[in-house]
């Protein structure tokens, strides 16, 4: 089936620690997004690829970082800078940066 | 700057009761607006959307969303609610032309659905 696989579904952090959300999508799209979602709050753009090797910061990048090596694979890392990490992750993909987006079920991150 | 306002929180309907889940934008140009539907711990699926034409559009499970400029609304509607409904609810705005990246979401609206 096609589609757009997070994991893992929990993530516990420890202090200081970096943790890296994975994103895996077949559906041959070239734009792949990362959001965070806090309750109350919607979602928030962290980061953004149109195309494999590139990649821009969207509202709230920072504490982030992101690689596109792959078509297929768009991971983020929460660094230890992120001092609030604890919320919902979601990752989307999209045919390009004009088309709606497909997201995947998500990752929750909490700290320890 | 560009906002998506979602008034309600939270709303509680019984089941077989009409809904309407508001959305407000403040863009200075016509907008692509979309409906998005989350069900717990789950990602998002796509209701409906409205980039042109028919003001009024068809979406999937039952839904159907109304685009009006004067009001700068784009309000969800469902005539018969479902127990299966019960989700959170979000508008999200990208002014056309923009790209995806460029989208901006409502807070949400939770819905809850009395037997």
């Known amino acids: 089936d096609g589609g757009i696989t997070q994991s893992p579904k929990y993530l516990f952090r420890k202090e200081g620690q970096n943790v890296t959300l994975s994103c895996e999508q077949n559906l041959n799209h070239d734009a792949m997004y990362w959001y965070r979602q806090d309750p109350g709050q919607g979602l928030r753009l962290i980061y953004y690829s149109q195309i494999v090797n590139d990649f821009q910061k969207g509202d709230i990048a920072e504490g982030y970082s992101v690689s596109r090596e792959k078509k297929e694979s768009f991971p983020l890392t929460v660094t230890s800078a992120q001092k609030n990490p604890t919320a919902f992750y979601l990752c989307a993909s999209s045919w390009n940066s004009n088309e709606k987006l497909f997201f995947g079920s998500g990752t929750q991150l909490s700290v320890l | ?115």
Do not use: M
């Open chain 2, 1 to 115: 700057a560009q906002s998506v306002t979602q008034p309600d929180i939270h709303i509680t309907v019984s089941e077989g009761a009409s809904l309407e889940l508001r959305c407000n934008y403040s863009y200075g140009a016509t907008p692509y607006l979309f409906w998005y539907v989350q069900s717990p711990g789950q990602g998002l699926q796509l209701l409906l959307k409205y980039f042109s034409g028919d003001t009024l559009v068809q979406g999937i499970k039952g839904f159907e969303a109304e685009f009006k400029r004067s009001q700068s609304s784009f309000n969800l509607r469902k005539p018969s609610v479902h127990w299966s409904d019960a989700a959170e609810y979000f508008c999200a705005v990208v002014l056309s032309g923009a790209g995806s990246y460029q989208l901006t979401f409502g807070k949400g609206t939770k819905l809850s659905v009395i037997p």
